[in-house]
Every structure is written in structure tokens, then in C-alpha cells.
């Protein structure tokens, strides 16, 4: 991966202070990717796809989402871990309104964009699953370059904010994905209609978090090596 360097940063917001991990390039420059969590939170998926993004000179930064409800959360992709993660999920869910959310996001957003290393160049969000709902609404209520969102439940649900998002977007969805069934998808679609900068990739065999290599109760390597890909080269145009 090359000579990458990593360090936790101190995120300010309402209410309080909470822990970002970041990864750096060689360059030790370039431009931001803000990489929202699944519910398992910052862990190893995370943090290895942050490293990998760095080595291709992106400088990145995945916050700590869950910190008002319970801080540096962090589990392992296996049957053991969801009980744990879905509980923690609800919590987040219920106690956390949407506008505190998004004032998080942007709040990490806003640090990423201001860091030295950052300075100069553009920035994107990226997340996925909860991490693709979570960089929907970043999309909307922050400035960012490009979004990537990876099969982000609830984005049919919040339809609306596509008009408040005005950046290019990368959509990715599984066709066998039993939380977001096309139905949402093809709303979801509806939304941006007209919308040329906005792609939409489905992987048909694949299912939820398919792009999860190290949660093997969801990976689809195949799937998943075609929707990197677009990914990477989505982000090259957008932010080089």
C-alpha cells in the first residue's frame, strides 16, 4: 500500500468532541474522502478501505458516527457482532435526531476539508450501508465533490433531498439486496431523473454489503471487485 501514515483527529461539534481516524498518503497530500461506517463501526472493513484509498492518494477520514450514543464502537463482521451492532444502530436511531446527524456530518466534513493535508483540493463522501444513507444526507447538507453511496437503506425514504444535493453522484445497489428491494431503488432513480452526473451500478446477484470482503456471511467478490473499480475511477475524474 505503500508508505501510508494514519492518526486519530479530534472532531468538534455540538455538544461535544469525537474521534476521527485518518489515513494519509505518501504525498502526505491530496484530495478528502469522508468514509462513513457500516453499523459495525470504525473497525477493520473501515480502517482497511481508508488505508487502501489513502495508497491511491486520497486523503482519508472515517468518523466515530455512533459517538453520542456509545463512543469508538467497533466489531467484527460475524453472526456474533450483529445483535451487538443492530442494538447500538437502534439506539443512534432513536436518540439521535436526523438534524444532529447531519450536523455531525458536515462537522467532520468541514474538519477534512480544512486540514492542511486537504487544502487545495476537492473533497467527496463515501459510505456504506449505513455509511451510504449517512453520505446521502452529507451530499445534501454539506458542499462536497462527488458521493459515492453504497446500498444505503432509507435513502428512499428521504427522496426529498435530492434536490438539495448538487454534487456527482455514484449509486450502488445489489439486485438481490433484501433491505433495499428495487422498488426503492427505482425511487430513488425517479428522484434524479434528468440528472446526467448522477450514475446509478446494480450488481443483480448481489445482496446486501456485498462489497465486504471480510464479512463473508455477505461478500460477492466478483460483484464487489466491478463496484471498487467503478468506484475508483468515479472518484479519479472527480477529484484529480
Request: aromatic share 10%; glycine share 8%.
Amino acid at each position: 500500500m505503500g508508505n501510508i501514515s494514519t492518526r486519530t483527529e479530534q472532531v468538534s461539534a455540538d455538544g461535544g468532541v469525537f474521534d476521527a481516524y485518518l489515513a494519509l498518503p505518501e504525498a502526505r497530500r491530496g484530495p478528502g474522502i469522508l468514509l462513513l461506517q457500516e453499523i459495525f463501526g470504525v473497525n477493520e472493513f473501515i480502517r482497511a478501505k481508508a488505508e487502501d484509498l489513502a495508497s491511491l492518494g486520497y486523503v482519508v477520514l472515517a468518523p466515530d458516527v455512533f459517538w453520542r450514543v456509545e463512543r469508538n464502537f467497533s466489531v467484527p463482521h460475524d453472526e456474533a457482532s450483529l445483535q451487538a451492532a443492530f442494538e447500538v444502530m437502534g439506539r443512534f436511531a432513536e436518540e439521535v435526531d436526523l438534524e444532529t446527524k447531519a450536523a455531525d456530518l458536515v462537522a467532520a466534513f468541514e474538519h477534512l476539508a480544512a486540514l492542511p493535508e486537504v487544502s487545495g483540493h476537492k473533497s467527496a463522501v463515501m459510505g456504506y450501508c449505513l455509511g451510504g444513507f449517512l453520505a446521502y444526507l452529507t451530499a445534501a447538507r454539506a458542499t462536497p465533490d462527488a458521493c459515492v453511496s453504497y446500498y444505503g437503506s432509507g435513502i428512499a425514504d428521504l427522496t426529498g433531498l435530492a434536490s438539495d444535493i448538487a454534487c456527482p453522484v455514484l449509486f450502488h445497489f445489489g439486485g438481490q439486496d433484501p433491505y433495499i428491494p428495487a422498488e426503492q431503488v427505482e425511487r430513488i432513480e425517479e428522484a434524479f431523473a434528468g440528472r446526467d452526473d448522477v450514475t446509478f451500478r446494480v450488481e443483480p446477484e448481489a445482496g446486501h454489503a456485498f462489497e465486504n470482503l471480510l464479512a463473508p456471511m455477505f461478500a460477492n467478490p466478483e460483484a464487489a471487485g466491478r463496484s471498487y473499480a467503478a468506484t475508483k475511477a468515479f472518484l479519479a475524474e472527480k477529484l484529480f
